[in-house]
């Protein structure tokens, strides 16, 4: 079953670390970063433009679901 997260936040805290995946190409990637039990998502060409906010437990959710195969009809 597929659960959509509703983001809490549309900014985050000025001074994350961000991730991004080790196949990431010429900056066109998703960047992560966390503060404490939120999770913090954001679009590594635009990182002055919005992020997305979820907790803990909604990250571990999507994460599974990633997993599982709850996406893969995405691609």
């Known amino acids: ?3 959509y997260m509703q983001s809490s936040r ?7 670390s961000w991730n991004l995946a080790r ?4 900056g066109n990637c998703v960047r992560v970063a966390t503060n404490g ?6 679009d590594s060409k635009t990182p002055e433009g919005p992020v997305l906010a ?10 599974n679901g990633v997993k599982l195969g709850d996406f893969d009809h995405l691609s």
């Open 1 to 3: 079953m597929i659960r």
């Open 10 to 16: 549309s900014q985050a805290p000025g001074n994350l």
């Open 23 to 26: 196949a990431c190409e010429a």
């Open 37 to 42: 039990d939120e999770f913090f998502i954001g």
């Open 54 to 63: 979820y907790s803990r437990d909604e990250w571990i959710t999507f994460i």
